[in-house]
Structures are given as C-alpha cells and as structure tokens.
C-alpha cells in the first residue's frame, strides 16, 4: 500500500478500537471521542479495551488489542505516553494498519524522554506498517464515514477539507465555518505529527475528488523542501489557504512547547507562501472568510472592485484595504452613478464608490431590489 492508499485508509477505517477510554466523568479525555463516535453513528465497528470496566457505552471491553476477536484497522488511544511503546507492539502483533494518538506528553513537552518515547513509537510504527496520526492530537473527522473527534460538528459533507497543527484551531475553524455554511469533506488535526505531517495530507487532498479547497494552520516543518514542492504542486490544483502559527519570537517558543515544531523566521515563511502561490491569511477569523469567499463566490473576472457600505469610515478603510492587496476601486462612470440617485438621497450618502448608504440600515430590500440593477 502506498503512502496516499494508506491516508485514504485512515478516512474510511471499517474498524476503531478505543483504548483508554473512561467512564469517569471527570475523565474528559477518556469520554470525548467515545461521545463523538456514538453521537455520529460511526458506520464500521467499535470495540472497547480497558481492564476496568467489563462493559462501555453497551459495549463488551476486552483486556487488550490482542484479545479483540477480528482485524482492526484503526486505533485511538487515549492512555498515558508510557504506555504507548507496548500498545504499538500489540498494535503490530494484531495487524492495525493505523494508530491515532490522542495521547500527550512526546516531543511537544521538550523533555528528553518524551523525545526519546516518540522516536521509540515512530520506530515501531516503520518496522510494521502502521501510519500515526499525531501524537497529542485530536486526530480526523470525515462526515462521509461517521468519524469524528467531536459531537457538535456538522453531520452533513462538504468540499472544504482542513489540516491543523492545533487541535483547538481546528475546531474553533470548523466551528465558525459551519456558522457560515461550510461543509467539509476530510479533517486531521495532527499535533505533533511524528509520521504523516502537513506535507502527507496536502498531497493527498490534492488529488481527493470530494475536496475543492483545501485550509492549512501550520506551525512549522520538519522537511521544507518537501513541503514546499508538494505546496507549490497543489496550489496550482486547488486554493490552499494559510494561517501560518508562531511567527514572533514569543510565538515561536509557545509553537515549540505545543507541539514541538521547528518553526522557522517570518520573512522565510513569508516568502515560501508567496512562491508556491498558497494564500496567506493571519487568523482563523481571516482563515474562514477567505474559504467561505473560494467555497460561495465566482472567481473574479478582473480586479475593479464596487464596496457597499454604510458610515463613511467603514468605506474608507475598505476602499484602502482593497487597494493595499492591489485591487482597483474605481470612480463609477456618470452611468451608474445617475441610477444610484435616482433612489438614494444626496445628502448623508455618496455613490462615488465606495457608495455609502443610508438604504442598507434603513430598507436593506429596496437596495437590492435597486442596487443590483446598476452595479
């Protein structure tokens, strides 16, 4: 199986077996994924492993990944980073093709065991064939096989996929998008990514047929190169959309100790984003409208620009927004401008462009009954 059938594989898995789960209900962790699989009707199989309850969620538990009685394709494991040497061991024994590590405490905690606990997972994950998704990652959600990581996300798929390096970033976009109507075909968080990274899941929604744009918040890379050409290639496919995390010097050091990523100077990044053609943005509020404009909106046929408005700072600002990223707002022809009159009144408004009016707080329907009509 090669390296983009085995993350197509993690998007469709036909069984999960969760270990580590709790029924504690001071145990967030332990019950987070668990809640999330059984809210969404996960459609494969489910089996539990845990040796201190015989029964979860309805469930019959087993001691071990070992005593489960048939294949597993995909583990999610939620117990403590000293264990998961011998969970991967298991893991290899019983023929998983891939293991989730919500688990924390590896590379992200700057300690030379969580270091050395990494490499000893990544090691055994090589010998055997098992793909990591993480560590310290909330790990995937893709609507079309009921597999999530969270309850309250959308049930319903859509063309937008998104990578985050942070689980909470990841959310909080997925979140506000769906406020928006955004949809989404195929999720990872990846926190640390000590196997597949950023670079795996870039190249392997570029050819993903259910994805048309793609949003990325990163931190950094392990191997630039790489991710510069798999970049440069998709964005010539599909929008990819930036959010680059980590790029002060405070900013730096709090990417270093969240998920122990070799950030890199601004200007680099600056740089390497302009080249492969990717679209930089700078928060996650920018992130989503920038995706909702790709998902909702024709490509623009130029780049003259009409703003609507109301409050002559706002157009201001605007029309000086637009003409920072160097598009035109230009004086509309005396054409357009006499229609505007003709139902927008002198005085407190302007229909210059920017146009400013009153219409879009007072009758925001007699504006667009008129307003399209000249622009």
Request: proline share 5%.
């Amino acid at each position: 199986m090669d390296r983009l059938q085995s993350i197509d594989y993690i998007f469709h898995p036909r069984s999960i077996a969760l270990v580590g789960t709790s029924l504690d209900p001071n145990n967030w962790a332990g019950q987070m994924i668990p809640d999330a699989l059984l809210e969404f009707k996960y459609n494969g199989k489910l089996y539990f492993v845990s040796r201190k309850s015989d029964e979860m969620w309805g469930y019959r538990t087993y001691p071990s990944i070992k005593d489960i009685p048939v294949s597993i394709d995909y583990v999610i494991c939620s117990i403590a980073a000293h264990f998961t040497p011998k969970l991967m061991e298991e893991c290899a024994s019983k023929g998983v093709k891939a293991v989730h590590l919500f688990t924390s405490g590896f590379s992200e905690t700057g300690e030379a065991e969580g270091l050395r606990l990494e490499q000893e997972i990544n090691k055994i994950a090589r010998d055997n064939g098992i793909r990591i998704i993480g560590p310290n990652s909330p790990g995937i959600y893709c609507p079309q096989s009921r597999l999530t990581f969270s309850p309250i996300l959308p049930k319903e798929s859509g063309p937008v996929a998104c990578i985050s390096q942070s689980g909470g970033h990841c959310i909080r976009f997925l979140r506000l998008g769906a406020t928006r109507g955004l949809r989404y075909s195929k999720v990872v968080a990846y926190g640390n990514g000590c196997d597949l990274s950023a670079t795996d899941f870039i190249e392997y929604l570029a050819q993903d047929q259910e994805t048309r744009v793609i949003a990325l918040y990163i931190e950094g890379v392990r191997d630039g190169r790489r991710f510069f050409d798999v970049l440069r290639s998709t964005a010539k496919i599909k929008p990819v959309i930036v959010h680059k995390g980590g790029h002060t010097r405070a900013g730096t050091r709090a990417a270093a100790s969240h998920t122990g990523s070799l950030t890199g100077e601004k200007r680099i990044w600056d740089a390497l984003l302009r080249q492969t053609g990717a679209i930089h943005v700078h928060s996650i509020d920018e992130l989503v409208d920038t995706v909702v404009s790709f998902v909702f909106m024709d490509p623009p046929k130029g780049g003259n620009v009409a703003v609507v408005g109301y409050g002559g700072g706002v157009s201001v600002q605007s029309a000086d927004d637009f003409e920072h990223v160097g598009l035109s707002v230009p004086l509309f022809p005396d054409e357009i401008r006499d229609k505007l009159r003709s139902f927008t009144p002198d005085a407190n408004n302007s229909v210059r462009n920017p146009v400013d009016t009153q219409w879009l707080v007072w009758d925001t329907n007699k504006f667009g009954r008129y307003g399209s009509d000249c622009l």
